[in-house]
């Protein structure tokens, strides 16, 4: 990890925080996890602003429309940088696939990036949990200590966007300590990663189109292959990373509503300021 470098890196998903490459991966995912399975077709939609130190520097959105054995999901991002540190730009994902088991079976990822810092193009296709082709562009040489990919890291892999299923069974609530009980394994086109979560509290959420319960689950990275271990190393021992699970109506799911990261400059937070979880609501942009 840079301390002195926080910016978007090309490797991962665009709904993140603008922190350092090995931070990012983790806040890629957590938040591009917004494709959600329903027993009927459910929108979702939502708004967040990011945050550093309590400073904003950024704001995203997303928007899902899922129906019983499908689902399309998009995020976009906007950074706005306030220093040298941190980057200026848009990002945006798009992925689609089905639902089985309430379980994502991914078919297609798009990931664009274009900041001060970072340009990146990657595509991907996807069938039966497995990479069928992909591009990332720019090509970057690999590095002397960097892990090497196989054919095997690109089997039985989630996208970033399509890595957020907390699908809880049964017929009880869902914001219970079993919604936190997974891990998924994630490839972003570039890097192979484990995102694992355990249940940590129960809070009451507040925001602007949703009040209620959400859970809270403490979050973990664990580097697999595609990556340098002396840049991953400090993201794999972080303990100070959670994530708020706010339940979709209509359905056993669960999305993200609050990301919490630790960094070397600061909290990085992703913090709700208008959630539309399972009910009609405007598209939520990034084009103010």
Same mark, same amino acid.
């Given at each position: 990890?840079?301390?002195?470098?926080?910016?978007?890196?090309?490797?991962?998903?665009?709904?993140?925080?603008?922190?350092?490459?090995?931070?990012?991966?983790?806040?890629?995912?957590?938040?591009?996890?917004?494709?959600?399975?329903?027993?009927?077709?459910?929108?979702?939609?939502?708004?967040?602003?990011?945050?550093?130190?309590?400073?904003?520097?950024?704001?995203?959105?997303?928007?899902?429309?899922?129906?019983?054995?499908?689902?399309?999901?998009?995020?976009?991002?906007?950074?706005?940088?306030?220093?040298?540190?941190?980057?200026?730009?848009?990002?945006?994902?798009?992925?689609?696939?089905?639902?089985?088991?309430?379980?994502?079976?991914?078919?297609?990822?798009?990931?664009?990036?274009?900041?001060?810092?970072?340009?990146?193009?990657?595509?991907?296709?996807?069938?039966?949990?497995?990479?069928?082709?992909?591009?990332?562009?720019?090509?970057?040489?690999?590095?002397?200590?960097?892990?090497?990919?196989? @054919? =095997? %890291? $690109?089997?039985? +892999?989630?996208? *970033?966007?399509? /890595?957020?299923?907390?699908?809880?069974?049964?017929?009880? #609530?869902?914001?219970?300590?079993?919604?936190?009980?997974?891990?998924?394994?994630?490839?972003?086109?570039?890097?192979?990663?484990?995102?694992?979560?355990?249940?940590?509290?129960?809070?009451?959420?507040?925001?602007?189109?949703?009040?209620?319960?959400?859970?809270?689950?403490?979050?973990?990275?664990?580097?697999? @292959? =595609? %990556? $340098?271990?002396? +840049?991953?190393? *400090?993201?794999? /021992?972080?303990?100070?990373?959670?994530?708020?699970?706010? #339940?979709?109506?209509?359905?056993?799911?669960?999305?993200?509503?609050?990301?919490?990261?630790?960094?070397?400059?600061?909290?990085?937070?992703?913090?709700?300021?208008?959630?539309?979880?399972?009910?009609?609501?405007?598209?939520?942009?990034?084009?103010?």
């Amino acid at each position: 990890m840079r301390p002195c470098r926080v910016a978007l890196s090309g490797s991962v998903g665009p709904g993140v925080c603008p922190v350092s490459r090995s931070t990012l991966p983790v806040a890629a995912a957590l938040l591009s996890c917004l494709a959600v399975p329903a027993l009927a077709q459910e929108r979702v939609s939502a708004r967040y602003e990011i945050l550093i130190g309590g400073l904003q520097v950024g704001i995203a959105g997303f928007e899902g429309r899922v129906s019983q054995d499908s689902y399309q999901a998009s995020v976009s991002l906007r950074l706005s940088g306030v220093s040298r540190i941190i980057a200026s730009g848009r990002g945006s994902a798009m992925a689609s696939g089905r639902i089985a088991g309430g379980r994502a079976v991914p078919a297609n990822y798009t990931l664009t990036l274009a900041t001060t810092q970072q340009n990146d193009t990657i595509r991907m296709a996807m069938a039966g949990g497995s990479v069928r082709s992909h591009s990332a562009e720019p090509e970057r040489p690999a590095a002397a200590d960097q892990v090497p990919l196989t @054919a =095997g %890291h $690109r089997q039985g +892999v989630l996208d *970033p966007l399509s /890595a957020g299923f907390f699908f809880v069974p049964g017929s009880g #609530p869902t914001t219970v300590a079993e919604a936190c009980a997974k891990t998924f394994p994630v490839f972003d086109g570039r890097q192979r990663y484990d995102l694992s979560f355990s249940f940590a509290r129960t809070e009451t959420l507040k925001v602007a189109g949703y009040e209620g319960p959400a859970v809270v689950c403490n979050a973990r990275y664990r580097a697999i @292959a =595609g %990556h $340098r271990p002396a +840049v991953t190393a *400090p993201m794999e /021992a972080n303990r100070d990373m959670q994530i708020w699970l706010a #339940p979709v109506a209509g359905t056993r799911a669960l999305v993200p509503a609050r990301i919490a990261i630790r960094t070397p400059v600061g909290m990085a937070e992703i913090q709700p300021t208008r959630l539309e979880l399972g009910a009609p609501a405007t598209t939520a942009s990034v084009s103010r």
